[in-house]
């Protein structure tokens, strides 16, 4: 079954420390991946995605996300976090099934950056 | 500026009485979703439509329904609203070839009394 597994559902860093947000897949086929934040009361907010390439993909706001076949993870990273930086994450990959394109989320994240 | 418009943004409605919810894009794409989202976990997928043609979740109840008039309007009709349904309700486009992203509206949320 195709999946994408946060194992974290909270993550707290203070302001200007680095940040990591885990993910891990399971696909068929190659991985089409995506990271999207979410604010209160807000829709999704794309951040970055890895389709093909460099396996270190940069994205908005200072993130980044490394890909790695091997672990089957993607990773979300930022050298120095933001208070702003608080909201919920997101991992998703986009997928085969049935015939049909769709999106499979991760249960999310919420990151709490710490003044 | 290109986005993706949901009306209203706040919804109430009583039990069991039908209710629809708007989505309007300016992005020209092929690909509309709606998606439920209750108290921040990861947005659930009912339905999807590509072009014109009209992919339903599984899972997804018959009290769901949905409608593209055109490329550009999404509607989602909950027949008998129930408690359970009280949620964030999510509109998404994107491109149809895989490695393009989504691409959100704000959301409605529907309070059922």
């Known amino acids: 079954a195709q999946s994408v597994a946060q194992p974290e559902d909270q993550v707290n860093v203070a302001e200007g420390n680095p940040l990591t947000v885990k993910c891990t897949y399971s696909v068929s086929g190659n991985p089409y991946l995506f990271w999207y934040v979410q604010y209160p009361n807000r829709g999704l907010q794309f951040l970055l995605k890895?389709?093909?390439?460099?396996?270190l993909v940069k994205g908005s706001y200072g993130f980044e996300a490394e890909f790695n076949k091997s672990q089957t993870s993607f990773h979300l990273k930022k050298p120095s976090a933001l208070v702003s930086d608080s909201a919920l994450y997101f991992c998703?990959?986009?997928?085969?099934?049935?015939?049909?394109?769709?999106?499979?989320f991760g249960t999310g994240t919420r990151l709490k950056v710490l003044a | 500026d290109a986005m993706v418009i949901q009306n209203p943004r706040y919804q109430v409605t009583q039990f069991g009485k039908p209710v629809t919810l708007s989505c309007s894009q300016t992005?020209?794409?092929?690909?509309m979703y709606w998606y439920q989202q209750k108290s921040s976990q990861a947005p659930k997928l009912l339905f999807h439509y590509y072009d014109k043609d009209f992919n339903n979740e599984a899972d997804t109840p018959d009290n769901f329904q949905s409608r593209r008039p055109n490329t550009s309007f999404c509607f989602l009709d909950i027949r008998s609203p129930g408690l359970g349904d009280a949620a964030m309700y999510l509109c998404a486009t994107s491109r149809a070839s895989l490695g393009h992203e989504q691409f959100f509206g704000p959301g409605t949320r529907l309070t059922v009394l």
């Open positions: 992005l020209n794409h092929n690909v």
């Open positions: 998703a990959v986009r997928a085969v099934s049935s015939g049909t394109y769709k999106y499979i």
């Open positions: 890895y389709i093909t390439g460099d396996n």
